[in-house]
């Protein structure tokens, strides 16, 4: 069974910065893609960020040049960087990873249980 479980969400002012983690748990053969989404109130979930096992990243324009998303594939953790808030980027903040627990098997997709990022003006 997977477990992913993310951290460091919280309230920010405009300007500030937050840094969220998510760390994957239980039986993991390997990792291939992990991202982070979010979703305000009232509006659907969107990608935010992604990054591969190779290490290729791919943003959301909303958050280019402000956000950056890494990894840690020995740790099976995922980090968002985030810089220069706005309100906008207020929103429950989800992990997700795209891994296989043993050799043969698929790639499943899984979703940590959200963390909340609150931007005031």
């Known amino acids: 069974q997977v477990q992913l479980v993310e951290s460091g969400g919280g309230l920010v002012q405009a300007g500030g910065s937050l840094r969220l983690s998510c760390v994957a748990s239980g039986t993991i053969f390997t990792i291939n893609a992990m991202g982070w989404y979010r979703q305000a109130p009232g509006k659907q979930r969107e990608l935010v960020a992604t990054i591969t096992s190779g290490g290729s990243t791919n943003y959301a324009d909303s958050v280019k040049s402000r956000f950056t998303i890494s990894r840690d594939s020995a740790k099976n953790t995922v980090y968002l960087e985030m810089n220069s808030l706005k309100p906008d980027d207020t929103a429950a903040y989800y992990c997700?990873?795209?891994?296989?627990?043993?050799?043969?098997?698929?790639?499943?997709?899984?979703w940590g249980q959200g963390t909340q990022v609150t931007v005031s003006s």
């Open positions: 997700n990873e795209k891994l296989r627990v043993a050799l043969y098997s698929p790639d499943f997709s899984y």
